[in-house]
């Protein structure tokens, strides 16, 4: 199975001989190719994304874990 890192690390090479990305997108891909345990916080990094879209999710769990709540729909008569 392919991540998004090993098929653009696969392809980057190629991909530059007939486009022209800007110095900060070069700087980003690599950083993403590089990227290991450690995070390299890059924009378009998915295994970054995936650590902080984990973690963002599990803060709002823990933050709403205390409160006890009951979801109530009111409804008014058509008139
Ligand atoms: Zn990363």
């Given at each position: 199975?392919?991540?998004?890192?090993?098929?653009?690390?696969?392809?980057?090479?190629?991909?530059?001989?007939?486009?022209?990305?800007?110095?900060?997108?070069?700087?980003?891909?690599?950083?993403?190719?590089?990227?290991?345990?450690?995070s390299?916080?890059?924009?378009?990094?998915?295994?970054?994304?995936?650590?902080?879209?984990?973690?963002?999710?599990?803060?709002?769990?823990?933050?709403?874990?205390?409160?006890?709540?009951?979801?109530?729909?009111?409804?008014?008569?058509s008139?």
């Amino acid at each position: 199975m392919y991540s998004v890192r090993q098929i653009i690390k696969e392809n980057w090479k190629s991909y530059l001989k007939t486009h022209s990305p800007t110095a900060h997108q070069k700087e980003e891909i690599q950083k993403m190719i590089d990227c290991s345990k450690n995070s390299c916080n890059s924009r378009i990094c998915s295994s970054c994304g995936k650590r902080y879209a984990d973690d963002w999710a599990n803060n709002l769990v823990n933050a709403y874990a205390r409160f006890h709540a009951r979801h109530v729909v009111l409804t008014t008569p058509s008139f």
